[in-house]
């Protein structure tokens, strides 16, 4: 199975993804950045990636962007993680092409939810 990128520039957001993927025998990518997540998914290619919408640099969205534009990174399915979760935020969040949106603070069994119904069950 395919690695899982999360791209997430607070270490402990990262770090709760991270433990929860891996406990569930997910393999796992990290990026602080949307430029580290794109080259990663370019070198890589993860079954899917997390995204944080509210990255130091270029935004989540801009990422998304990028990684469609390519013929390498069009088709991995995007999940935005983010805590703006106002009704005119998360329209902007899936007008701009993710897959799925998942709110912060992350609720583990809605989040696993969504990453089960992308790449299905962990390793084990």
């Known amino acids: 199975m ?6 997430e520039d607070n270490e402990r957001n990262l770090k709760l993804v991270r ?14 950045t949307a430029e ?14 997390l995204m944080d919408i509210h990255l130091p640099g270029m935004s989540g969205i801009e990422a998304l962007k990028a ?4 013929a390498a ?7 935005a993680i983010t805590a703006s979760v106002m009704k005119e935020n998360v329209r902007e969040v899936m007008a701009a092409g993710f897959d799925a949106l998942i709110e912060k603070p992350i609720d583990v069994r809605g989040f696993l939810d969504k990453v089960r119904g992308i790449v299905g069950e962990g390793a084990r």
């Not at 990174?73 to 999940?79: H, L, R």
């Open 2 to 7: 395919s690695p899982i990128l999360i791209v």
């Open 19 to 32: 433990d929860v993927l891996q406990a569930k025998g997910y393999a796992t990518l990290e990026a602080g």
């Open 36 to 49: 580290e997540g794109l080259e990663l998914a370019r070198t890589r290619s993860p079954g899917l990636i």
């Open 67 to 70: 990684l469609r534009a390519e």
């Open 73 to 79: 990174t069009s088709a991995i399915p995007v999940i």
